[in-house]
């Protein structure tokens, strides 16, 4: 049995919310679908997919209601000690994760209709990853997040990073890439400079050691095995620990890093004004915005985020 779980209020296009139902009506074999109204309905919502004995789990909304159903699988555990296979599918707005998994993320309507013939092909769980979540406290309006991949720094500015397709194989795609690696290093280099303004500083402390104080063009935490643009990092030592990278705002570190993306991986070897390694919790303290799975938020009045490796989640690849 799938289930899929789908907010309306996502979609807010003319018949969006209809194709997605219209996909389901016509597609689906061995499906239970629950539309919920507000973040209340997931609790019961996930109930009643345990009661059917479910499989597997689409979400098809965005970060927002992804992250309100894995805090509500980890912190509630609806399904016992069952890990349900999930796949997030979500509009261009906020797609970074089901890009990550290999959805086009250009036809929400066509991801979906993959899903549902992988199912009925009983393939849809032939590829599966299972990766730590990573929990974000401190978040004004919402308190605490879920998710794979957080980012700030100067690099918060250029949205459309965040935005765009990821994973796209080919030779207009490489230069397509090249060409925004080369813009965004060249507004970057231009604009390094040192600052004593606190509030274009970042604080740094990583597992409890010593805290940082810097500007930072970057800083990514994530599981997942690459930031945008799709550069690689290297291999994780521990399955349970987040990726950690922080680019200082000067024009050796930006220079440094601009070669890594034109590579499409960072390496081992140690880059001037960069941190690379792995860690299990990180405290931030800042005034500027971040970005948790592709869409914006911000700190509270604190300014702090307390960062954690969370419990592990498995994830259903399209690819």
């Known amino acids: 049995m799938l289930a899929i779980l789908s907010s309306p209020d996502s979609f807010q296009k003319r018949n969006e919310m209809d194709k997605i139902r219209n996909v389901i009506k016509n597609e689906g074999s061995g499906v239970i679908h629950y539309e919920v109204k507000n973040f209340d309905d997931i609790g019961e919502a996930l109930t009643r997919f345990n009661q059917c004995g479910i499989t597997s789990l689409v979400i098809v909304g965005g970060q927002a209601i992804a992250s309100a159903t894995f805090e509500h699988i980890i912190e509630n555990k609806p399904f016992g000690d069952y890990d349900v296979p999930i796949s997030v599918l979500s509009g261009t707005a906020d797609s970074f994760t089901s890009q990550s998994f290999g959805?086009?993320?250009?036809?929400?309507?066509?991801?979906?209709?993959?899903?549902l013939k992988k199912h009925n092909a009983g393939t849809l769980l032939n590829h599966l990853v299972k990766l730590p979540l990573m929990k974000v406290e401190g978040v004004a309006g919402v308190g605490k997040l879920y998710g794979l991949y957080f980012c700030t720094g100067e690099i918060v500015e250029q949205k459309s990073l965040f935005e765009r397709i990821l994973h796209k194989s080919g030779l207009?795609?490489?230069?397509?890439?090249?060409?925004?690696?080369?813009s965004?290093?060249?507004k970057a280099y231009v604009g390094s400079k040192l600052s004593d303004n606190v509030d274009e500083m970042i604080r740094i402390n990583r597992n409890q050691r010593g805290a940082v104080v810097g500007r930072y063009f970057m800083v990514n935490i994530t599981s997942l095995s690459w930031i945008f643009l799709g550069t690689k990092f290297p291999p994780r030592k521990n399955a349970d620990t987040l990726h950690f990278l922080s680019v200082e705002n000067t024009k050796d570190a930006i220079m440094q890093t601009g070669k890594q993306l034109m590579k499409g991986a960072y390496g081992e070897a140690f880059l001037p004004g960069h941190t690379l390694t792995e860690i299990e919790h990180a405290r931030l303290?800042?005034?500027?915005?971040?970005?948790?799975?592709?869409?914006?938020?911000?700190?509270?009045?604190?300014?702090?985020?307390l960062i954690t490796a969370s419990e592990k989640i498995t994830f259903i690849r399209l690819d």
């Open 285 to 305: 303290v800042f005034h500027k915005n971040f970005v948790v799975d592709g869409r914006y938020y911000e700190t509270d009045e604190a300014g702090e985020l």
């Open 184 to 186: 965004l290093l060249y």
């Open 172 to 182: 207009k795609q490489t230069i397509q890439n090249y060409t925004t690696i080369a």
């Open 103 to 115: 959805a086009t993320s250009t036809n929400i309507t066509a991801d979906l209709a993959t899903i």
